[in-house]
């Protein structure tokens, strides 16, 4: 059975930093990408950071880009996001991913999602 489990969520302040896990079972996750999406109250849905198999090319949306940093230990079957110096607009509920190369993340396998809340 597949799983996807996130953790390291919470609350923390303007400028501060958390690392999230997400930690992959059932499957084969070597060979898939991950990806670390957000979704804020009202808001759609958007891709903050992705990540090939090996870890070896990685994206960000522009608004994180210079403070987050994605990556992944495949003999952990883990990917991560550490995020620095955040900001309130960071907050959202978090999610991870994973998708076979060449396909959308829509048809892959999501996790339960965890909150980050970032106060002023």
């Known amino acids: 059975q597949v799983h996807l489990v996130e953790s390291g969520g919470g609350l923390v302040q303007a400028g501060g930093s958390l690392r999230l896990s997400c930690a992959a079972s059932?499957?084969?996750?070597?060979?898939?990408?991950a990806g670390w999406f957000r979704q804020a109250p009202g808001k759609e849905r958007e891709r903050v950071s992705s990540i090939s198999q090996s870890g070896g090319s990685t994206n960000y949306v522009d608004s994180v880009k210079g403070r987050f940093t994605i990556s992944r230990d495949n003999a952990k079957n883990t990917v991560y996001l550490q995020m620095n110096s955040l900001k309130p607009e960071d907050t959202a509920v978090y999610y991870c991913?994973?998708?076979?190369?060449?396909?959308?993340?829509?048809?892959?396998?999501w996790g339960q999602g965890t909150q980050v809340t970032v106060s002023s």
């Open positions: 059932g499957f084969t996750f070597s060979t898939y990408a």
């Open positions: 991913a994973a998708v076979r190369p060449g396909s959308k993340f829509e048809s892959g396998y």
